[in-house]
């Protein structure tokens, strides 16, 4: 196959990623403010019911302002708190019953409070992640990672480093591989000596012209 073909299915599986990590972005950009608002709903509601047996109604602009400086504390929290799989998740996953008395339920239901609070962060930082990603994507050298995709798929079994610095001298080896091995099928092999090779789907799909997936 030749590298103007082969380049040319990079550069659109390069602003098919960009797209999508883009629109990731943005949805994730969107739904934030209203998971939020949300939150802030929450501690609102939680703060009026625990306090208006005390203070009454007149206490509505405190709750109000109490809630909304919580954001910060959402943000902060979500930093500070470790990314380990919660008690409600691992219930989920294992399918094990909620309902094993009192204390039980406070730590179930202390950890959907938490993971109502810490969603609007995390899916802001989602969306940064992606748009991060969508710019890696649009940023990658095209013309470096077709020519080591060109003599990929020319050799059935895998290439070594060496090797493609001989066919390619022109190329800097160390940035383009760190985007290439980004792309689904492709292979770092590390046994000696060690080198780069292609899934035979992938292989199978370059060599039909077909879209890189």
């Known amino acids: 196959m030749d590298f103007e ?3 040319e299915l990079f550069v659109r599986h390069m602003n098919k990623k960009t797209k999508i990590c883009r629109l990731k972005g943005i949805l994730g950009f969107v739904l934030c403010p209203v998971v939020l608002a949300v ?3 929450c501690v609102y509601g939680l703060l009026w019911i625990f306090t ?3 203070y009454g109604p ?3 602009a405190t709750c109000l302002w109490i809630a909304l400086g919580s954001l910060p504390i959402m943000f902060i929290g979500n930093l500070l708190t470790p990314r380990e799989e919660s008690l409600m998740e691992k219930r989920m996953r294992e399918g ?4 094993h008395g009192i204390a039980n339920k406070g730590t179930v239901l202390f950890h ?3 993971w109502v609070m810490f969603t609007g962060p995390r899916l802001c930082n989602w969306a940064t992640a992606s748009m991060r990603e969508g710019r890696q994507w649009q940023e990658m050298d095209a013309h470096g990672c077709a020519a080591v995709l060109s003599l990929l798929v020319r050799h059935p079994k ?4 060496e090797d493609i610095k001989t066919e390619i001298p022109w190329l800097d080896l160390p940035v383009v591989l760190s985007q290439i091995t980004r792309v689904p099928g492709v292979l770092q092999l590390q046994s000696p000596p060690a080198g780069l090779s292609l899934t035979d789907d992938l292989r199978k799909a370059i060599r039909a012209g077909g879209p890189i997936e």
């Open 5 to 7: 073909t082969v380049k």
């Open 39 to 41: 939150a802030v709903a």
């Open 52 to 54: 208006y047996k005390r």
């Open 58 to 60: 007149d206490n509505e």
């Open 96 to 99: 094990a019953p909620m309902a």
């Open 112 to 114: 959907v409070f938490l």
């Open 158 to 161: 895998k290439v070594p480093y």
